[in-house]
Structure formats: structure tokens, C-alpha cells
């Protein structure tokens, strides 16, 4: 029977409206939800093996359903890694390169949510939606007062900074503060770590007229957020997706919660930032690597990424926001409990791509390493999919796509990817042995696109010609990617075969899909 209602939610004391009809009825498909954060590396989880991190609700998460441990983002940027996984299509299939493709791109391959919707799916979307525009209007959110169509969808940021700036005016700052600028809109203080790119001036007081005028970026911001718990952007995330369980709960739903950390600026809220003590922080092996014979930056140092000490305060307050998150986890997956939906709702955990995190001296993403495409993956269903696997086949996320598609019932839709429901469910294999991920093919100075095996990883370009960029990592005996097997490497002919193998394949993988610039990686001349 269907019955009109109306609900009312709060954005952290933002009022929400809206109307529509419920239905009361068996659903034969799984509701879905999709809980995505931003940025967070493949072992910023304590179910990795990561013994510093604390995140139980997502540890009991992999232990009640599968982890795909080698799972590899399609792009290691936002807006082009998201728009893969939204339409299962490789970046330069979808033409969204970058993060300013948001706005300005022009992709038009359906999404999984348009489909769904189509299906009779309600198609919700909570926090960073980072795809091009015109995607973000098949959803049903309820409209934001004050706020028409699909804006409280795709520039909800700037929505939640705005409450944040009325609910709390700017107070004075104390020694050791500065206004969070890149993000909150310079009236949230914030308490500088020595990671920070003004830490050096606190002494003094005193900082210099020409790095007041410089404009910082997310990536300079480090510290302690004087924020209440209850307002980040974090909580007020999660507390909109629980607010959609119990409206969705009589709908057949797919619902996704798209958390904007542990991206920069790294600056968690109390109590998560004392959890974690950054003396005790361990930092990557690779921390001192000189990148003598590697495609990034040869010999450049990264200050202060590739110092010990400050990248310790930054892992703890990654490691905060990370442990945020999982809290928000816990009370989601609650709320699936308390309405008796667990049992039939297919419950995703990715992230769009990783964090370097001082690995290689860097930070961020925007190449290759592990740090960061590598992301964690998992999959809860109950009944369907066995509880506690691990597969280690290298898998892209982009299979998203199609997985979810496949449980909704619907198979064979077009995709650069493959479903993992036989996968999981354990009557199929992996289709391939390995994973791609691409990045910037116009700049001649880095490689464009990777292929990941268990054993080796072969990063390479699309281009015919032009200066040697490639590199081949034998990832059973250099798990930290510190020897580049080619380049420079005055024994880079022992490994021809091996590299010629890796291109072969990934070369026949992209004909499969009839991919644009093939070509310039069967023309390419490795040695």
C-alpha cells in the first residue's frame, strides 16, 4: 500500500523537507549501500595488519564479509577515479581527466544510480560528489531549504561550511592558532602541527607579508580543529546517511555515503586527535627513498614529507580522521541492524584513491606507488557472499559498476570492468590476473597508465616517443618500490621479457575494450 509521508531531517540543526512515497512490499534485490571515503590509503585499516590504527567497526566489517586486499583505484585523483567507478569506465573512455572535468566535463555514460533508478532503485547521494554535474540529477535528496535542484547534491560543501561559519562565529585566536582558510572559510581556528607550512612562524608570531598574500593549498593545512564533535564534516555525514536509512527503510534503496576525509586539510576535531600520539607513528620505509631511478621527480626532496618527525604528526591526524570515520561506520551499520535491514542490504567500503603519507618523500596522490592506488575494498552481504575471505588477485574498483548492477539483476550492461558477484560468491575467478589505473597522459614527464600483477607492476605511457618514463617494480621482493627495474638500471635488459609480458597484456586488455589510445602503448619502444 502506498502511503505519502512527509520527514524532516537535520543537518547538524540545517532543517531538510521533503515528501514521497513509501512502499511496504518483499524486496526480491538487495537494497545497496555505498560508503566511499576520500583519500584514505589501502592499509589505513587495522584489518591490513596495521597495528597503530583503530578501526573496529570496519575491521568487523572484512571479517563478516570479503576484502579485495590489492584493489587498485582507475585514476589516483577524485573527480576522474569517481566517475570510473560510477560508470565502469576507464578514464580516457569517460574523457574525465581531472578535478576541474567536474564541472566542466562532459561524460555521458550512465551511471549506476541512473540505471537503478530506472529500475525502481531510490537513488540517494550524502557528502562529496566530485563527478561531472549533470550525474548528480537522478537523485531524490531531499532538498536542502533554501536550495533548489540538484545543489545540495553537488556543491554540498560549500553548503555545510556556510552553516558552520553561522553556527560558530569567529572567535579570538590563541597562541599557537591560526583560521583554517582553504576549507572552513577562515573562522574556524585551528592548533598548528609542526607539519604545517606556518608552524615555523609561531615562534615569533610574525608571518611574512609574502606568504600571507601566497595561497595555500588544502595540502599546507595541518593541525587540530577547535570544532565540536558533533559538526564535522564527518559526523554531519554520517548523521544524513542514518537519517536516509530510516526514511529509505520501506524503499528498495541505493544509497551512497561519500565521505570527504581523510582528505586534506588534515585537521581531525576532539577527542579523535589526542587518540593517537604522533611519537608513536610509524612512517614508511620508503620515507628516505632519494628516487634516484624513479619516473617521479628524480632526486627532488619534498620538504617536509620525507622528514620523519613531521610526517609522524601527520600520520596521527590522518589516523584520527580515519578513526572518525569508522565510528560513523559503526553507527550506520547499526542502523541497518536496528531496522532489521542487514540481511538484505549489499554493503560496499572503497575509498576513491590513497594518501602517499611521507612514502617516497611525497605526499598525496597523483602517481603510481601503492600508497597511492591501492585502496581498501570491501563487500557485506549476508548469506550471499562467505564471511572472512580474502582474494589478493588484483581487482579495480571500477568493478563497482557492474557488480552492483548484477545483484540488482541486471547482467551484462557494458562496462570496461567485470562483476565480482561470482567472485564473491564463489562460483568464478577473476576475470584478469591484474589491474590498471591512468593519470595524465599529456605530461610527457610521467608515466600515463599502470598494470598491477600479484608479483609485478609495469608503470608506462601511452605516448609513441618521447623521454623514458617507465618502470617496472617486482613487487614480492621490492614491496616498497624502491628499485626501479628500468630507467637507468644498467641491468634493465634482464627484464625485457618480463616488461614486454606485462605491456602485452594490458595492450590486449585495452582492444577488448576498443580503447582510444592503444596504439600509442603497442608503438611504445621500452628498450
Given at each position: 500500500?502506498?502511503?505519502?509521508?512527509?520527514?524532516?531531517?537535520?543537518?547538524?540543526?540545517?532543517?531538510?523537507?521533503?515528501?514521497?512515497?513509501?512502499?511496504?512490499?518483499?524486496?526480491?534485490?538487495?537494497?545497496?549501500?555505498?560508503?566511499?571515503?576520500?583519500?584514505?590509503?589501502?592499509?589505513?585499516?587495522?584489518?591490513?595488519g596495521?597495528?597503530?590504527?583503530?578501526?573496529?567497526?570496519?575491521?568487523?566489517?572484512?571479517?563478516?564479509?570479503?576484502?579485495?586486499?590489492?584493489?587498485?583505484?582507475?585514476?589516483?585523483?577524485?573527480?576522474?577515479?569517481?566517475?570510473?567507478?560510477?560508470?565502469?569506465?576507464?578514464?580516457?573512455?569517460?574523457?574525465?581527466?581531472?578535478?576541474?572535468?567536474?564541472?566542466?566535463?562532459?561524460?555521458?555514460?550512465?551511471?549506476?544510480?541512473?540505471?537503478?533508478?530506472?529500475?525502481?532503485?531510490?537513488?540517494?547521494?550524502?557528502?562529496?560528489?566530485?563527478?561531472?554535474?549533470?550525474?548528480?540529477?537522478?537523485?531524490?535528496?531531499?532538498?536542502?531549504?533554501?536550495?533548489?535542484?540538484?545543489?545540495?547534491?553537488?556543491?554540498?560543501?560549500?553548503?555545510?561550511?556556510?552553516?558552520?561559519r553561522?553556527?560558530?562565529?569567529?572567535?579570538?585566536?590563541?597562541?599557537?592558532?591560526?583560521?583554517?582558510?582553504?576549507?572552513?572559510g577562515?573562522?574556524?581556528?585551528?592548533?598548528?602541527?609542526?607539519?604545517?607550512?606556518?608552524?615555523?612562524?609561531?615562534?615569533?608570531?610574525?608571518?611574512?607579508?609574502?606568504?600571507?598574500?601566497?595561497?595555500?593549498?588544502?595540502?599546507?593545512?595541518?593541525?587540530?580543529?577547535?570544532l565540536?564533535?558533533?559538526?564535522?564534516i564527518?559526523?554531519?555525514?554520517?548523521?544524513?546517511?542514518?537519517?536516509?536509512?530510516?526514511?529509505l527503510?520501506?524503499?528498495?534503496?541505493?544509497?551512497?555515503?561519500?565521505?570527504?576525509?581523510?582528505?586534506?586539510?588534515?585537521?581531525?576535531?576532539?577527542?579523535?586527535?589526542?587518540?593517537?600520539?604522533?611519537?608513536?607513528?610509524?612512517?614508511?620505509?620508503?620515507?628516505?627513498?632519494?628516487?634516484?631511478?624513479?619516473?617521479?621527480?628524480?632526486?627532488?626532496?619534498?620538504?617536509?614529507?620525507?622528514?620523519?618527525?613531521?610526517?609522524?604528526?601527520?600520520?596521527?591526524n590522518?589516523?584520527?580522521?580515519?578513526?572518525?570515520?569508522?565510528?560513523?561506520?559503526?553507527?550506520i551499520?547499526?542502523?541497518?541492524?536496528?531496522?532489521?535491514?542487514?540481511?538484505?542490504?549489499?554493503?560496499?567500503?572503497?575509498?576513491?584513491?590513497?594518501?602517499?603519507?611521507?612514502?617516497?618523500?611525497?605526499?598525496?596522490?597523483?602517481?603510481?606507488?601503492?600508497?597511492?592506488?591501492?585502496?581498501?575494498?570491501?563487500?557485506?552481504?549476508?548469506?550471499?557472499?562467505?564471511?572472512?575471505?580474502?582474494?589478493?588477485?588484483?581487482?579495480?574498483?571500477?568493478?563497482?559498476?557492474?557488480?552492483?548492477?548484477?545483484?540488482?539483476?541486471?547482467?551484462?550492461?557494458?562496462?570496461?570492468?567485470?562483476?565480482?558477484?561470482?567472485?564473491?560468491?564463489g562460483?568464478?575467478?577473476p576475470?584478469?590476473?591484474?589491474?590498471?589505473?591512468?593519470?595524465?597522459?599529456?605530461?610527457?614527464?610521467?608515466?600515463?597508465?599502470?598494470?598491477?600483477?600479484?608479483h609485478?607492476?609495469?608503470?608506462?605511457?601511452?605516448?609513441?616517443?618521447?623521454?623514458?618514463?617507465?618502470?617496472?617494480?617486482?613487487?614480492?621482493?621490492?614491496?616498497?618500490?624502491?628499485?626501479?627495474?628500468?630507467?637507468?638500471?644498467?641491468?634493465?635488459?634482464?627484464?625485457?621479457?618480463?616488461?614486454?609480458?606485462?605491456?602485452?597484456?594490458?595492450?590486449?586488455?585495452?582492444?577488448?575494450?576498443?580503447?582510444?589510445?592503444?596504439?600509442?602503448?603497442?608503438?611504445?619502444?621500452?628498450?
Amino acid at each position: 500500500m502506498k502511503e505519502l509521508r512527509k520527514s524532516v531531517v537535520l543537518l547538524g540543526g540545517l532543517v531538510v523537507s521533503s515528501s514521497f512515497l513509501s512502499f511496504s512490499q518483499e524486496k526480491a534485490k538487495p537494497n545497496i549501500l555505498l560508503i566511499m571515503t576520500d583519500q584514505q590509503a589501502w592499509d589505513a585499516v587495522g584489518y591490513s595488519g596495521n597495528k597503530k590504527i583503530k578501526t573496529p567497526n570496519l575491521d568487523r566489517l572484512a571479517s563478516e564479509g570479503i576484502n579485495f586486499s590489492h584493489a587498485v583505484t582507475p585514476c589516483p585523483v577524485c573527480t576522474p577515479a569517481r566517475t570510473s567507478i560510477l560508470t565502469g569506465r576507464l578514464t580516457e573512455t569517460t574523457t574525465i581527466r581531472n578535478n576541474n572535468d567536474a564541472k566542466t566535463g562532459d561524460c555521458y555514460y550512465p551511471t549506476f544510480d541512473e540505471i537503478l533508478t530506472k529500475r525502481g532503485y531510490a537513488t540517494e547521494v550524502y557528502g562529496k560528489f566530485h563527478s561531472p554535474e549533470h550525474m548528480a540529477r537522478v537523485y531524490m535528496n531531499p532538498p536542502v531549504e533554501g536550495m533548489n535542484g540538484t545543489d545540495p547534491i553537488v556543491h554540498w560543501e560549500p553548503i555545510y561550511v556556510k552553516y558552520i561559519r553561522a553556527k560558530f562565529p569567529k572567535r579570538p585566536l590563541k597562541p599557537g592558532e591560526l583560521y583554517e582558510t582553504t576549507f572552513y572559510g577562515g573562522t574556524v581556528p585551528y592548533r598548528l602541527d609542526p607539519t604545517d607550512r606556518y608552524y615555523k612562524y609561531l615562534p615569533s608570531g610574525i608571518i611574512p607579508e609574502d606568504e600571507l598574500k601566497r595561497k595555500l593549498s588544502q595540502a599546507d593545512i595541518y593541525g587540530v580543529l577547535d570544532l565540536p564533535a558533533d559538526y564535522t564534516i564527518t559526523a554531519v555525514q554520517g548523521k544524513q546517511t542514518i537519517d536516509a536509512l530510516e526514511r529509505l527503510k520501506n524503499e528498495q534503496f541505493m544509497l551512497t555515503c561519500s565521505f570527504h576525509c581523510p582528505h586534506v586539510p588534515i585537521t581531525p576535531s576532539e577527542p579523535f586527535a589526542s587518540m593517537y600520539k604522533a611519537s608513536e607513528m610509524l612512517t614508511p620505509l620508503s620515507i628516505e627513498d632519494s628516487r634516484k631511478n624513479s619516473p617521479y621527480n628524480p632526486g627532488k626532496i619534498e620538504v617536509p614529507y620525507n622528514e620523519k618527525d613531521k610526517v609522524q604528526y601527520m600520520t596521527a591526524n590522518y589516523y584520527a580522521f580515519v578513526t572518525e570515520i569508522d565510528e560513523w561506520v559503526g553507527k550506520i551499520l547499526k542502523k541497518l541492524d536496528d531496522l532489521k535491514l542487514t540481511d538484505n542490504t549489499l554493503v560496499i567500503f572503497v575509498s576513491d584513491h590513497g594518501e602517499m603519507l611521507g612514502a617516497h618523500g611525497m605526499r598525496g596522490k597523483f602517481n603510481f606507488y601503492e600508497e597511492s592506488v591501492r585502496v581498501p575494498f570491501l563487500f557485506r552481504y549476508p548469506g550471499k557472499i562467505k564471511a572472512g575471505q580474502i582474494v589478493s588477485t588484483p581487482v579495480s574498483v571500477l568493478n563497482i559498476f557492474p557488480t552492483i548492477l548484477e545483484y540488482a539483476g541486471l547482467k551484462n550492461i557494458a562496462s570496461d570492468g567485470y562483476s565480482l558477484k561470482g567472485v564473491m560468491e564463489g562460483t568464478a575467478l577473476p576475470k584478469y590476473d591484474f589491474a590498471i589505473s591512468e593519470w595524465d597522459w599529456h605530461n610527457e614527464n610521467v608515466p600515463s597508465i599502470m598494470i598491477r600483477t600479484e608479483h609485478w607492476k609495469l608503470m608506462t605511457t601511452h605516448r609513441t616517443g618521447g623521454k623514458n618514463v617507465e618502470a617496472l617494480f617486482d613487487l614480492k621482493n621490492d614491496p616498497f618500490e624502491i628499485n626501479n627495474l628500468l630507467g637507468t638500471n644498467p641491468e634493465r635488459f634482464k627484464y625485457q621479457k618480463t616488461a614486454e609480458d606485462l605491456r602485452s597484456k594490458l595492450v590486449e586488455y585495452l582492444n577488448e575494450l576498443n580503447y582510444p589510445l592503444v596504439k600509442g602503448i603497442e608503438k611504445r619502444i621500452l628498450f
